[in-house]
C-alpha cells in the first residue's frame, strides 16, 4: 500500500544544510530572521524557551523535538532571559559547537539545530499539506536521527550526502509520524490520523490515474457524499478534487523535471486521457505550459 506521508516527503527532496551544537548558560536571547527554511531542534539537556513567527512562546526540555517546515522569524532564549532588547552574540567555542550567554562553567543547556532545504519544483503546494509546525516529546528516537545527522555533517566520510539525504528524509518522516493526531493544523498529517480519511487518502495515492470522484472516494471511506466532503475539506484544509489535482500536477512537475517521458507519457501517468487536456490543465495550474516548464527546469 503507497504511503502519502512518505511520498510528499520524498518529493520535497529534502537536503541537510547545516547542523551545530548550541550550549547555553546563565540569562542570553538569540534572533534569527529565515528566508523560510526549514528548522528543526532537538534538546539533548535542559530547557529553553522558542518563539517561531506568531505563534505562541513554548518551553522545551530534555527529549522535545520541533521542526518547523517553513520559519521565517525565530528567538531563542534562556528561561529567564535576559532584559528586552539585548541579544546575545553567539560564540564559536569549536567545529560547529556555539556557546550562549556565560562562556564558563557547566552549560544549563545543550540541543543539536539544523536547517535543511528543499530540492522540489512544488515545495510551496508540498508544505501545504504539513503541519506549520511539528511539536513531539518524549520520542528518543527523534533525539538519535538528530544526533546521527549532526555526527554525519560533522565528519568527511565517503557519501555523505546521500547519508545526510536518507537521514533527514527519516527525520521528517519520524517527526511528523510521531505528532500523529496531535496535529491541529489542517493538512495530511491530520487527515491520515482519521480512520476514515485515511483510506480515501490512500487509494489516491496508490491510483492518481483514476477518475476519482468524490462519490469514489466517500465510498472507500465508507462515508455519505456530503459528510466525506465536508469532514476532508476541514481535516485536509482543501476539498478533495483540489487535492487530486494538487497531487496529480506536483507529480507531473516531478517527472518533467526529471525528464521522465514526454508531455503525452507524463499526461496519461497522472491521469488524463489526452496531452491537449493535460496541457490546458496544467498551463491554468502552474501558470505556464508543461513543455515549457520541462524546458526551463532542465
Known amino acids: ?17 547545516l547542523s551545530k551544537l548550541v550550549s547555553g548558560a546563565g540569562p542570553w ?22 518563539a517561531v ?11 522535545d523535538f520541533v521542526l518547523i517546515p517553513s520559519v521565517n522569524d525565530f528567538a531563542t ?10 541579544v546575545t552574540t553567539p560564540v564559536e567555542v569549536g567545529p560547529r559547537h556555539y556557546r550562549m550567554g556565560r562562556q564558563s562553567g557547566p552549560p544549563d543547556i545543550r540541543m543539536v539545530v539544523g536547517y535543511c532545504t528543499f530540492g522540489s519544483t512544488d515545495t510551496a503546494l508540498l508544505l501545504s499539506l504539513l503541519p506549520r509546525l511539528v511539536q513531539v516529546r518524549g520520542e528518543p528516537r527523534l533525539s ?3 544526533e546521527l545527522v549532526d555526527d554525519e555533517a560533522r565528519a568527511a566520510r565517503p557519501a555523505r550526502d546521500v547519508i545526510l ?51 469514489d472516494l466517500a465510498k472507500e471511506a465508507g462515508l455519505s ?60 495550474h502552474v501558470g505556464t505550459p508543461p513543455a515549457r516548464f520541462a524546458r526551463g527546469e532542465a
Open 165 to 215: 539525504t536518507r537521514l533527514v528524509e527519516i527525520l521528517l518522516i519520524e517527526a511528523l509520524r510521531a505528532m500523529g493526531r496531535e496535529s491541529t493544523s489542517p493538512g495530511l498529517i491530520r487527515g491520515l490520523a482519521d480512520e476514515r480519511l485515511a483510506v480515501a487518502l490512500r487509494r489516491l495515492h496508490e491510483n492518481p490515474t483514476r477518475p476519482w470522484t468524490v462519490p
Open 29 to 50: 536571547r538569540v534572533r534569527r530572521a529565515e528566508a523560510g527554511r526549514p528548522f528543526y531542534c532537538a534538546v539533548l539537556d535542559g530547557a529553553c524557551r522558542l
Open 77 to 86: 532564549s534562556s528561561l529567564e532571559p535576559p532584559p528586552e532588547g539585548i
Open 53 to 63: 513567527d506568531d505563534h505562541p512562546p513554548m518551553i522545551l526540555e530534555r527529549g
Open 144 to 146: 538519535t536521527l538528530v
Open 225 to 284: 457524499r456530503s459528510v466525506f466532503f465536508e469532514r476532508f475539506r476541514r481535516v485536509v484544509g482543501v476539498a478533495p478534487m483540489e487535492y487530486l489535482l494538487a497531487w496529480r500536477m506536483a507529480l507531473a512537475k516531478d517527472m518533467l523535471r526529471r525528464e521522465d517521458g514526454g508531455v503525452a507519457q507524463v499526461a496519461e501517468r497522472v491521469g488524463y486521457a489526452s496531452a491537449s487536456t493535460f496541457t490546458i490543465a496544467f498551463s491554468r
Open 1 to 17: 500500500m503507497v504511503d502519502p506521508l512518505t511520498e510528499v516527503v520524498t518529493l520535497l527532496q529534502p537536503i541537510a544544510s
